[in-house]
């Protein structure tokens, strides 16, 4: 997975806000095909709906910290000032609610390879991150640990730089890589989790969300 280790959070998932809210929607009845539980989707629309208020934030956060490199110590403080914080609090409780989406559909897919194979990778970063962050404590083990913050100046996307107990380095993960991830690896699920939606049929009510 692109999970920004080298700096990159190159992605083929588009950063448009309609078009990612459709791929969460779409993830959303996917995943609760497979798993055969109906509240997976509101579970996977709501993070969808969070990370499009995190993708507004991040693409402000260029022009905050520009303007916060060339603060004299007479600037004064405006409200802007605490985005960078509040994407990064946001960021990490949305991670949170993605661990635990996770966690739900694995133990329903209950060993299903053709189910669960796609997110391994997924769900391995997730464990690197999730443990230090919620615990402050390297996954698996007894060393205390706490994630530095990362933000791009050019492109506001915000990670953690984590270390990784299987590697014994670190790495940097980025938040939209872990839903690029996700959207991307749902996407592998086409055609069978549609099949599994129809047979406990689970049907899709039309949707006039439209992000402006």
Do not use: C
């Not at 985005?83 to 609090?89: G, H, I, K, S, Y």
């Not at 897919?109 to 669960?116: L, P, T, Y």
């Not at 989790?193 to 969300?209: D, F, H, M, W, Y």
């Amino acid at each position: 997975m692109t999970d920004g280790r080298d700096g990159s959070t190159t992605t083929t998932i588009s950063t448009n806000l309609n078009d990612r809210l459709r791929l969460w929607t779409d993830a959303s009845y996917k995943l609760s095909g497979w798993a055969g539980d109906f509240a997976l989707v509101m579970d996977i629309q709501d993070l969808g709906r969070a990370e499009v208020h995190l993708l507004r934030i991040e693409e402000r956060l260029p022009a905050i910290i520009k303007r916060q490199r060339a603060l004299t110590d007479e600037a004064p403080f405006v409200a802007d000032d605490m985005l960078p914080n509040e994407v990064m609090a946001l960021s990490r409780l949305w991670l949170f609610g993605l661990y635990e989406s996770m966690r739900t559909y694995k133990s329903a897919v209950n060993g299903n390879a053709r189910a669960w194979t796609p997110f391994i990778a997924l769900n391995r970063v997730l464990n690197v991150v999730r443990a230090p962050l919620a615990k402050h404590a390297v996954a698996g083990r007894a060393m205390e640990h706490t994630p530095g913050l990362l933000v791009q100046p050019d492109t506001g996307r915000v990670g953690w730089n984590v270390f990784d107990p299987q590697t014994n380095t670190y790495r940097q993960v980025f938040r939209i890589a872990l839903a690029d991830e996700l959207l991307s690896a749902t996407s592998a699920l086409l055609g069978a989790g549609q099949a599994e939606a129809e047979e406990r049929n689970l049907q899709r009510p039309k949707s006039s969300t439209t992000i402006v």
